[in-house]
Nanobody
């Protein structure tokens, strides 16, 4: 099973940017569904971006501000976050699963590999 490790979180002011990285122990190129989730204490985990065979889909609240992409080598997943707002404060997780057809969705129970999470705090 692939192992995932996130990095890049931190404290940023409203309007600022961060880039999260998710390093994989195995190749996670074509054939994988790759996603970013986030969770606030006391709330359910929320899917925000998914990469399906190279095509991204975003939760409406982050669309046009966040970008999910993978490096050419296929070992690292990224989440570029711009125009950050206090409502984006959460612990962010990357997730992966083998794509067995039928599409990739932001449903956390479908993912078999998870990172440990990285905290993002947006505050002035």
């Amino acid at each position: 099973e692939v192992q995932l490790v996130e990095s890049g979180g931190g404290l940023v002011q409203p309007g600022g940017s961060l880039r999260l990285s998710c390093a994989a122990s195995l190749y996670i190129g074509s054939g994988y569904c790759l996603a970013w989730f986030r969770q606030v204490p006391g709330q359910a985990r929320e899917g925000i971006a998914v990469l399906d065979n190279g095509y991204p889909t975003y939760k409406l609240s982050v669309k046009d501000r966040f970008t999910i992409f993978r490096d050419d080598a296929g070992n690292t997943l990224f989440l570029q976050m711009n125009s950050l707002q206090p409502g984006d404060t959460a612990k962010y997780y990357c997730a992966a699963r083998i794509d067995r057809g039928g599409g990739c969705f932001l449903l956390d129970h479908q993912y078999t590999a998870w990172g440990q999470g990285t905290q993002v705090t947006v505050s002035s």
